[in-house]
């Protein structure tokens, strides 16, 4: 499973563009890059999911660089209600959570 | 909703006693996911079953054992239980086993607390 690296933590004010971006420098050839949401003592919840340059949906965009190496998740115009832990994971084997990012949106 | 149905929601124990937690995946998904996450800390992932067969395994401990039955619910049991057991109690699905887009949809846990 390809080891993932993104912030501990962010902050960022309602009605901005947030970027968050992961790093998973032996993404294999196969490997999906998919990105989790997590409210506090909720189960984890699919946001969005790529294998290569962009994709968008109505929640939020995922870009990828050609050499895979990395991805960035992009909330539009982040409300408070976007405060949350965002996992990315690439890969599948064992499905491994690492620590996330703890996005903080601030009034 | 994401289809993952989990039960009980609650449940408070005592030490040395012995649980069951039980998940309905969503209709159609052959894997099971088990997660545990402690106050504060991440989702540690701790075993898979694919349609009926243990697929992989995480940082599952002894005293924890799971099963995925013919109807393909899973059950997955807690014994000698501990004060650090006391977590919130994942359960999730996915249609495949192994393919790496495939998406995974978690139920809303079973809080577990060891008195």
């Known amino acids: 499973l390809a080891k993932t690296t993104q912030p501990i933590s962010m902050d960022s004010y309602e009605g901005q563009e947030v970027n968050i971006t992961c790093s998973h420098n032996n993404i294999a050839t196969n490997d999906y890059i998919t990105w989790y949401q997590q409210f506090p003592s909720q189960g984890p919840r699919f946001i969005i999911q790529g294998y290569k340059t962009k994709v968008t949906n109505e929640v939020a965009s995922l870009f990828i660089p050609a050499d895979r190496k990395s991805s960035t998740l992009s909330l539009p115009r982040v409300s408070l209600s976007d405060t949350a832990v965002y996992y990315c994971?690439?890969?599948?084997?064992?499905?491994?959570f690492g620590t996330g990012t703890k996005l903080q949106v601030i009034p | 909703d994401s289809g993952v149905t989990q039960t009980p929601k609650h449940l408070i124990t005592a030490t040395g006693q012995r649980v069951t937690l039980r998940c309905s995946p969503r209709s159609g998904d052959l894997s099971v996911y088990w997660y545990q996450q402690s106050l504060d800390q991440g989702l540690q992932f701790l075993i898979q079953y694919y349609n009926g067969e243990e697929r992989a395994k995480g940082n599952i401990l002894e005293r924890f054992s799971a099963q995925q039955f013919p109807d393909l619910h899973s059950e997955l049991n807690l014994s000698s239980l501990e004060l650090g057991d006391s977590a919130l109690y994942f359960c999730?699905?996915?249609?495949?086993?192994?393919?790496?887009?495939?998406?995974?949809?978690f139920g809303e846990g079973s809080w577990l607390t060891v008195v």
């Open positions: 999730a699905s996915s249609v495949a086993g192994g393919d790496s887009g495939n998406t995974i949809y």
């Open positions: 994971l690439v890969g599948y084997q064992k499905v491994t």
